[in-house]
Antibody, heavy 119, light 107 residues
Framework: QVQLQQSGAELVKPGTSVKLSCKAS????????MNWIKQTTGQGLEWIGI????????SYNVKFKGKATLTVDKSSSTAFMQLSSLTPEDSAVYYC????????????WGQGASVTVSS | DIQMTQSPSSLSVSLGDNVTFTCEAS??????LAWYQQKLGKAPKLLIY???NLEDGVPTRFSGSGSWTNYSLTISSLEPEDIATYYC?????????FGSGTKLEIK
């Protein structure tokens, strides 16, 4: 079955970067685009961007350009999101979510990774 | 960006109730509307796509309707496992945007 296994919780200092991973299994990794979503209590669910694992092509929410960088490693079927210049406002749960090939919606989600930015 | 407005923000319900909540897009999204269910501490789960299409494995008590800017999700005969927060999502144009959610609570 389709599974997206995300890396664990992170506690990081302001001004640093963090790289989250999302390992896919149960399907052909390059057949589906991968989304990243931020969830906070205050702002709800926010779409960060999407990557085509086959080509590496990306599309970002303007709000997260310069903050998030999406990449993949096809050899390990893993998607990555690097968040840079972290501030307390980046504290959130981050999800990866597969884009359905025919439905074009987020049909499988990782379990989420909590990022806490604190000195 | 397309704004998605959900109402109500919370709803107090009884098991067995028929429940409907709504989602309004700030512009026409041509039926490119998905609904997700999120239980406490878990990731969202896809319920409906294309405004009316039930995702595989989702119980048939869930149904979606709507067009243009106005959409709704109905749960017929609420079950205990349906207690969750429900989000709508525009997947017509980037940036993809979500509503703020409707939280179901037991009376």
């Amino acid at each position: 079955q389709v599974q997206l296994q995300q890396s664990g919780a992170e506690l990081v200092k302001p001004g640093t970067s963090v790289k989250l991973s999302c390992k896919a299994s149960g399907y052909t990794f390059t057949s589906n685009h991968m989304n990243w979503i931020k969830q906070t209590t205050g702002q709800g669910l926010e779409w960060i961007g999407i990557i085509n694992p086959g080509s590496g092509g990306t599309s970002y929410n303007v709000k997260f350009k310069g903050k998030a960088t999406l990449t993949v490693d096809k050899s390990s079927s893993t998607a990555f999101m690097q968040l840079s210049s972290l501030t307390p406002e980046d504290s959130a749960v981050y999800y990866c979510a597969r884009q359905g090939y025919t439905t074009d919606v987020m049909d499988a989600w990782g379990q989420g990774a909590s990022v806490t930015v604190s000195s | 960006d397309i704004q998605m407005t959900q109402s109500p923000s919370s709803l107090s319900v009884s098991l067995g109730d028929n429940v409907t909540f709504t989602c309004e897009a700030s512009e026409n999204i041509y039926g490119f509307l998905a609904w997700y269910q999120q239980k406490l501490g878990k990731a969202p789960k896809l319920l409906i796509y294309g405004a009316t299409n039930l995702e595989d494995g989702v119980p048939t008590r869930f149904s979606g309707s709507g067009s243009w800017t106005n959409y709704s999700l109905t749960i017929s005969s609420l079950e205990p496992e349906d207690i969750a927060t429900y989000y709508c999502q525009n997947n017509h144009v980037y940036p993809l945007t979500f509503g703020s959610g409707t939280k179901l609570e037991i009376k």
